[in-house]
């Protein structure tokens, strides 16, 4: 698990075996395939007819698919899956569910065949300071930061940085960052959306979990300062928090691997934190100088 104040940190884990590779079958290895492409169908509210069509095939064969009176190939399963956008993990659950051999493996970040990506990382993390980045798992887990970043946790709990670092939990508990998020109500809505989004896409249930988890948090009772700004004059959703530094801002973006193979790097993101205003830029560089 990465630690905040060192520039990267690898874990080491993942369940994965000696060499660093492990093949992952869902938990619904056992479930009827036919069943599961229908629940991601609808999950992405397509219509069977839409669907079919999609994928250049006719309504009844996908409806013998889904209701297991025909068993597909392990070629026209794939494509179905990727037209479905299904999670890498998922992908393989698919597979073994209709009797196929997992095909994407899970390898932690200190693999030596992950080396490219993991100095792509890396790079993103180092070159990004002295403003902020991170790198979380796909349950919000923090896997690496950098040195940016340790300025902004003063003062929060010490159970909440134990890993696993949850960056959400760390957000929105009240022990957290949340006393000294300007615009609470209007951050903690755009997380919320975003982990709904993740949920929706991912049908994660350890996702569904977390989100009942921070639903039971103390919500802002009254608008905060910096949530009654004219919507017209913001181009994205604000963080504004309180540090020993002053009131700084950030405007956030997050980057993904394109075109992965592998579940690990096809659930890393990066979060990058920007300047959203010139006073933020220069207490940063200070803080870094």
Known sequence: MGSVGRAVDYPTGNG?????????????????????????????RMSQLDFAVEAEISSKHLSFIETGRSRPSRDMLLRLAELL???LRERNTLLVAAGFA?????????????????????LVLKGHEPFP????????????????????????????????????????????????????AQWRAHLFARLRRQIEISADTALIALLEELGRYPAPAVKTRGADADPGNLFVVPLTIATPAGVLSFISTTTVFGTPIDITLSELALETFFPADAATSAALRQLSS
Request: contains cysteine.
């Open 133 to 184: 980045a991170l790198a979380i798992d796909r349950h919000w887990n923090l896997l690496a930061a950098n040195r940016a970043v340790g300025p902004l946790l003063s003062g929060v709990a010490a159970e909440l940085l134990r890993p696993p670092m949850n960056v959400l939990r760390l957000s929105l508990h009240p022990d957290g960052l949340a006393p000294r998020i300007v615009n609470l």
């Open 102 to 122: 997992p095909l994407f493996a899970e390898r932690s970040l200190d693999d030596p065949t992950l080396q490219s990506a993991r100095e792509a990382m890396e």
């Open 16 to 44: 994965a075996p000696a060499e660093g590779c492990a093949i992952v079958m869902g938990m619904n290895a056992t479930r009827p395939v036919g069943g599961l492409l229908r629940e991601w169908r609808q999950r992405r």
């Open 85 to 87: 956008e299904v999670p």
